[in-house]
């Protein structure tokens, strides 16, 4: 079966730095687009950062500047480095892939299984 895998998370003081890294394994032909959700206690998961194959990005207006998505597609892995971090980006951060799965022959979305960032004022 296919597996992501997230670390990275932890405590952080605002202004400081994390970064979280996601690695898909398994029955894996192909992946798409790699990207990194975020939700909260109450909240409907949001969009961070999304990074195709090619390298081209995409991020929520409240990251932008801050975050940075990367992938090395050789190792099937994606990575956020986030900067400057503000108490409002606690959350459990969601990497997910787009990818096809050799076990079952078809294209699906995979999640992992979350990593909690907390970031104190």
């Known amino acids: 079966q296919v597996q992501l895998v997230e670390s990275g998370g932890g405590l952080v003081q605002a202004g400081g730095s994390l970064r979280l890294s996601c690695t898909a394994s398994?029955?894996?032909?192909?992946?798409?687009?790699m990207g990194w959700y975020r939700q909260v206690p109450g909240k409907q998961r949001e969009l961070v950062a999304t990074?195709?194959?090619?390298?081209?990005?995409r991020y929520a207006d409240a990251v932008e500047g801050r975050f940075t998505i990367f992938r090395d597609n050789a190792k099937n892995t994606v990575y956020l480095q986030m900067n400057s971090l503000k108490p409002e980006d606690t959350a459990v951060y969601y990497c997910?892939?787009?990818?096809?799965?050799?076990?079952?022959?078809?294209?699906?979305?995979?999640w992992g299984q979350g990593t909690q960032v907390t970031v104190s004022s």
């Open positions: 398994g029955n894996i032909f192909s992946i798409s687009p």
């Open positions: 997910t892939a787009r990818l096809f799965s050799t076990a079952t022959e078809s294209w699906g979305d995979y």
């Open positions: 990074a195709s194959t090619a390298g081209s990005t």
